[in-house]
């Protein structure tokens, strides 16, 4: 099992920067792939960025050039750094931690952190 946890989120102005983090723990070797999501009231989840295990980044057009995904292997976290955020970022931010576990594909995902971005 893996156990995924999200902080960082808060209240900010539009234009400021947050860092959300995601620690995870447990059986962190079979993750291949950890990714933010985010939802904003009445609308669906959305992907916002990912990372694999390989580095390879993948981010929502609505982000590019804004967000910047990274890791810390030594920690087991991975950081969502969101600058220039705007109104419309305001959402709850969840990670998500997929993996293969003895060839069986699992995800799991964290509590969310809300993001407030204020106009």
């Known amino acids: 099992q893996v156990q995924v946890v999200e902080s960082g989120g808060g209240l900010v102005q539009a234009g400021g920067s947050l860092r959300l983090s995601c620690a995870t723990s447990?059986?962190?070797?079979?993750?291949?792939?950890i990714g933010w999501y985010r939802q904003a009231p009445g609308k669906q989840r959305e992907l916002v960025a990912s990372?694999?295990?390989?580095?390879?980044?993948i981010y929502a057009d609505a982000v590019k050039g804004r967000f910047t995904i990274s890791r810390d292997n030594a920690k087991d976290t991975v950081y969502l750094l969101m600058d220039s955020l705007k109104a419309e970022d305001t959402a709850v931010y969840y990670c998500?931690?997929?993996?293969?576990?003895?060839?069986?594909?699992?995800?799991?995902w964290g509590q969310g952190t809300q993001v407030t971005v204020s106009s």
């Open positions: 990372i694999s295990s390989s580095g390879t980044t």
């Open positions: 447990g059986s962190t070797f079979s993750i291949t792939t």
């Open positions: 998500n931690a997929a993996g293969l576990w003895e060839l069986d594909p699992y995800d799991y």
